[in-house]
């Protein structure tokens, strides 16, 4: 049996995986979780698969993966030959990726609380969430305006890694949680840049570039 | 030595730009072709643009309304010279005409039509919006390279107030310590800061746009040519400058100039 992945079309984090699996051209068979209204994520068949009650998950084989951070770094070290997408021979290199990979759970707890709360009516201090998701928004803004200085489009270097695949929606998405982009130009730059990405995929809410669509479907 | 930027043009003039004026609402840089962005705008009438930049890249900037049925312009797309919304694909030309209703592809729309359009013009590196001047822009051409913009919370006047007292750095790295610099030349829209030592020479260019009460986006702007670990300096500069200009208690009008923990 080949990978299965435990979705959820809504969440930003599960499309984390279809992304890169897309980018990658593995396949895999979707398990689709009711995660609203069913609220299944959070019920025992599902919490005996991840006892946190999160999605996505992951399953290959013996392996079960619950975090979409290690699902990337997981698939990029599994299915990448070319070995870009998650390097790991330079240090340097692996402990930045690292460094953006944690970075992305501080969008998820921030903007992607904030979503999650205009969406699907979740119960939070949403000004408090925006304020944070706006500070967490300037530090990417920040790091992504020097890259820009040195001529590299994405968070590590001149190609993308699971780095930026791991930041990619929670940033993409945070308009639906009342967090615009309108402070951000290089943030804009660089999430165009990664919609430019031959193979990359919609999810609702991100949408691919007009000019990478056929004319017929315009 | 920088390249010095080209001020000699009387430099920057005490115009009345009022709410005729021109307001800076992004660097030429940072809005590519086929770009679509919101601009908002603090006047008496607050404005909530969409300003876009199309294929052939002209820019245009119009309310952030669709005729149709009110969606934001900014969700939109460019299809070639023109702005398509993201709700039912209406489609308007760079004078706000609306072109093309895909639900009705054999109708030429009719001409009463048309999105809410502003003046949008692209000088020197940065796009300026008016709601009626005639005019560009009343700076010099100045030559510079934009480093980035900056939205900070507080107001332009206060801003204004802490750039004169501030030091920036005239190196990348570090290497030497931030040195005074003082505003030589100001206007409405815009100043022009200065840090000369013997080794450098250094002029910031900043524009402001007021975006909401209490919210600024500085437009800076370089000397051109500066290396790329300056230029990360002075990015890193702009950051401690927010954070100094947002972490001011009291200052709006007892502002004291000496404060010492001003500088960045
Ligand atoms: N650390 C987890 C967090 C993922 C996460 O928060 N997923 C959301 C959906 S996008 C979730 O399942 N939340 C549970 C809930 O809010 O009920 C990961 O990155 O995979
Ligand atoms: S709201 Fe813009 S096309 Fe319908």
């Known amino acids: ?218 | 030595m920088y390249g010095l930027l080209k001020l000699m043009n009387a430099g920057l003039t005490e115009n009345d730009q009022g709410s005729d004026g021109w307001v800076p609402v992004v660097l030429s840089a940072d809005l590519p072709v086929a770009g679509v962005m919101r601009a908002q705008i603090d006047a008496t009438q607050p404005l909530d643009l969409v300003v876009w930049r199309s294929r052939s890249g002209q820019v245009s900037a119009f309310d952030n309304r669709c005729p149709h049925r009110g969606m934001r312009l900014s969700f939109g797309f460019v299809r070639g010279e023109r702005l398509s919304c993201i709700y039912h694909g209406w489609q308007y030309g760079e004078d706000g005409a609306c072109r093309h209703i895909p639900a009705h592809p054999d109708m030429t729309p009719p001409a009463s039509i048309g999105a809410n359009t502003y003046l949008c013009r692209e000088y020197d590196g940065v796009i300026w919006i008016s709601q009626n001047a005639d005019n560009p822009p009343d700076l010099p051409t100045f030559g510079g390279q934009g480093l980035r913009s900056l939205s900070v919370n507080r107001d332009e006047a206060d801003l204004r107030k802490l750039l004169a007292e501030t030091c920036i750095p005239l190196s990348g790295a570090g290497e030497t310590a931030p040195a005074e610099a003082s505003i030589i030349a100001e206007n409405q829209t815009s100043l022009v800061l200065e840090s000369t030592t013997e080794a450098a020479s250094l002029q910031l260019m900043i524009h402001f746009q007021k975006v909401t009460p209490g919210k600024t986006m500085l437009h800076i702007q370089t000397n051109p040519d500066l290396p790329v670990d300056l230029r990360i300096s002075l990015s890193r500069w702009a950051e401690r400058f927010r954070w100094s200009a947002e972490n001011m208690g009291t200052m709006v009008n007892s502002w004291d100039a000496s404060a010492g923990e001003m500088r960045p």
């Open chain 1, 1 to 218: 049996m080949g990978l299965q992945l435990y979705d959820y079309i809504l969440s930003g984090s599960a499309y984390k995986a279809r992304l890169l699996m897309a980018l990658l051209g593995v396949d895999y068979q979707p398990v689709a979780i009711d995660f609203h209204p069913g609220g299944e994520h959070k019920k025992p068949d599902f919490l005996a698969i991840n006892p946190a009650g999160t999605l996505p998950v992951l399953v290959d084989g013996d392996l079960t993966l619950c975090d979409s951070q290690a699902i990337l770094a997981y698939l990029a070290q599994k299915f990448d030959p070319t070995d870009t997408w998650f390097p790991t021979r330079d240090p340097g290199v692996t402990g930045r990726i690292l460094q953006w990979l944690a970075f992305a759970g501080r969008l998820t707890d921030t903007a992607g609380a904030a979503r999650l709360h205009d969406m699907l009516g979740r119960p939070l201090n949403i000004e408090k969430a925006r304020t944070n998701a706006h500070m967490v928004l300037r530090e990417l803004e920040a790091h992504l305006t020097e890259q820009g200085f040195r001529g590299d489009n994405f968070l590590t270097g001149s190609n993308p890694t699971i780095a930026d695949i791991a930041c990619f929606p929670y940033t993409a998405l945070s308009p639906d949680g009342g967090i615009d982009h309108d402070d951000y130009p290089a943030i804009r730059k660089w999430l165009v840049a990664i919609r430019r990405l031959p193979g990359f995929i919609e999810m609702p809410g991100i949408h691919r570039l007009h000019d990478m669509r056929d004319e017929a479907d315009a």
